[in-house]
């Protein structure tokens, strides 16, 4: 199995910037594909990135391109979200998420391709 622990989310104003952390551990090595997804109250989790297992291939949600880098650290065993210009739409919790598979035709954005998931950090976007 893999654990997956999200942290570095919190309370910002529009236009400021956050760095989420995904600590993962336990079978480290079946964590071929990560990502991060994000769910508000009463809507579907929703796809923000995804980055391969060597980090070399990303891929980002619409809403996110430009704004958000995607990034690991396979020696430290860590996933980040580095969030730019956040908006108040931005405003979800947010989840780390891992598969065992690598996608060579391309990452996956839906959660059902995922096996192991966090608990979750709170990002909250002031207007």
């Known amino acids: 199995q893999v654990q997956l622990a999200e942290s570095g989310g919190g309370l910002v104003q529009a236009g400021e910037s956050l760095r989420l952390s995904c600590a993962v551990s336990?079978?480290?090595?079946?964590?071929?594909?990560l990502a991060w997804f994000r769910q508000v109250p009463g809507k579907e989790r929703e796809f923000v990135a995804a980055v391969s297992w060597r980090g070399t291939t990303t891929r980002y949600a619409d809403s996110v391109t430009g704004r958000f880098t995607v990034s690991r650290d396979n020696a430290k065993t860590r996933l980040y979200l580095e969030m730019n210009s956040l908006k108040p739409e931005d405003t979800a919790v947010y989840y780390c998420?891992?598969?065992?598979?690598?996608?060579?035709?391309?990452?996956?954005?839906?959660?059902?391709?995922?096996?192991?998931w966090g608990q979750g950090t709170q990002v909250t976007v002031s207007s």
């Open positions: 998420a891992s598969s065992s598979l690598n996608y060579p035709q391309g990452l996956p954005s839906a959660p059902l391709r995922y096996d192991y």
């Open positions: 336990g079978r480290t090595f079946t964590a071929a594909t």
